[in-house]
Each structure stands twice: as C-alpha cells, then as structure tokens.
T-cell receptor
C-alpha cells in the first residue's frame, strides 16, 4: 500500500564512495522529485523529472545524477561522496498537470545519508 | 522569484493551547498554497491546501485561509495535542515542477 517508497532508510558510508538511493511510486504519477533536507530541516529541491523533461537545480553538484529506468522509479546516484552530502533525501511524486490535484506532491519516508 | 516565509521556531505549547504559525508568500499570479507536516522520522505529508483566494483548507482540526490581500496562509488550531508535535512547512506552487517550501517550524506540545 506504500505510495512512495525509498531504500535504504539509512545509509552510512565513507567519503569518496559512490552510492545510490532508490525511489519507487505506485501512484501512477508522471513527475518525480528529489529533495535534500539539511540538519535544520530546510528543504531544497534537487531535481524534478518526468518522461519528457529533467529539471535540475543549478546549485546541485554534478556528482548527483537522477536515473529513471521507468515511470515509477527515480533513483539518485551520488559519486565521490563528501561530508557535506550528509542529509536526509526525500523522493516525491505528483500527477500530471491539469488533473484535479495536479500540484500536490506525495513524499517518501526519506533516506538518512551519513558520510564519514 | 516566488518564496515563502514562515515564522521561526521552535514553538513550544502546552496541550490544549491555541496554535498559530504565520506564513506569508511572495509570488506572481495565483499560486496554490499548502501546509505540510513532518512527524519525527517520517516524510512530509500534506496537511491542508487552498487553491484560490479566500479558500479555507482544513484537516485534523487545523485550518488556514488563503488571504491574497495580505499574501498570507497562517496555520491555526484551537487546541493542540501532544501528537501534533512535528515540523510544519508552508509551501506554494504554480505547477508540479516548482513547489517552494518555507524553512519549517518545529512545534513541541507538552502534556
């Protein structure tokens, strides 16, 4: 019944490693997102993606890359992890613009990434 | 660009106290406005929303009214419970690809 799921829930890794966080949604939505939440709870949009367009927040380092194998999945790959990447990462999805609730986003439970 | 400003926390209240968390926005046109809630260790959940001026969103005893004249969407609850302890985010959106969140306000309700 989970609408937006993420794995893993916790990820602890060393600096310099490459890691991936997976996200899946079973809501049939066309648009998915990745957000980064820092220790002060500030939310920053990283990417939004649908099958037509990838929109990248220009402040996101190119070490971060979204990969979408299909409409229901948007994975986040991070290369050469740095200490400052430690945060909670949230995946979200929303329906196609024009539907009744088109601009509501549904969030996953988050992945807490700790870089040592 | 569009932005959301909400009152800084943390806010600490006793059970059954009244709650107001202020939120103001800057935006072109007529965005939709939202309040999301994040309980400890969880993701954000939509609490309520309003899509046009003078609309009132309400859920779980919380309510907020879309005030275009004051560009505000203040969150209110008449009697808070311990279970309302969470971080509350005000947000606005014109479309799917551009939802802007406020900085979040942490609420702690003590018994």
């Amino acid at each position: 019944d989970t609408a937006v799921s993420q794995t893993p829930k916790y990820l602890v890794t060393q600096m310099g490693n490459d890691k991936s966080i997976k996200c899946e949604q079973n809501l049939g939505h066309d648009t998915m997102y990745w957000y980064k939440q820092d220790s002060k709870k500030f939310l920053k949009i990283m990417f939004s993606y649908n099958n037509k367009e990838l929109i990248i927040n220009e402040t996101v380092p190119n070490r971060f890359s979204p990969k979408s194998p299909d409409k229901a999945h948007l994975n986040l790959h991070i290369n050469s992890l740095e200490l400052g990447d430690s945060a909670v990462y949230f995946c979200a999805s929303s329906p196609v613009p024009g539907e009744s609730s088109y601009n509501e986003q549904f969030f996953g439970p988050g992945t807490r990434l700790t870089v040592l | 660009g569009d932005s959301v400003t909400q009152m800084e926390g943390p806010v600490t209240l006793s059970e059954e106290a009244c709650l107001t968390i202020n939120c103001t926005y800057t935006a072109t046109g007529y965005p939709s406005l939202f309040w999301y809630v994040q309980y400890p260790g969880e993701g954000l959940q939509l609490l309520l929303k309003a899509t046009k001026a003078d609309d009132k969103g309400s859920n779980k005893g919380f309510e907020a009214t879309y005030r275009k004249e004051t560009t505000s969407f203040h969150l209110e609850k008449g009697s808070v419970q311990v279970s309302d302890s969470a971080v509350y985010f005000c947000a606005l959106s014109h479309n799917n690809n551009d939802m802007r969140f406020g900085a979040g306000t942490r609420l702690t309700v003590k018994p």
